[in-house]
């Protein structure tokens, strides 16, 4: 039961990584652009993270619902070993 939990805690991470580093580089920049220009406007911060949070998603969705459905084959195969 630990190394399932350990699975899918890293399963978690990996899937999330790449969206959350994406957004944070994306949040890192517009904000760097919003103090250089003085453009305080908050729906401008929103669209641009937007845009390369739909584009993560366009790139590496593929990758994240295989991995999912890997690892729910994975364990729905298992299944019956874990109650006996």
Do not use: N
Request: hydrophobic fraction near 65%; charged fraction near 10%.
């Amino acid at each position: 039961m630990d190394g399932l939990l350990s699975q899918s805690l890293w399963l978690a991470f990996w899937i999330a990584l790449p969206i959350l580093g994406a957004l944070l580089l994306a949040a890192l920049l517009m904000s760097v652009f919003q103090a250089a220009t003085q453009i305080l406007e908050p729906t401008l911060s929103f669209v641009p993270k937007l845009l390369v949070l739909v584009l993560v998603l366009a790139l590496l969705g593929a990758w994240m619902s295989g991995s999912l459905v890997e690892f729910a084959r994975e364990v729905l195969g298992g299944f019956p070993g874990m109650i006996e």
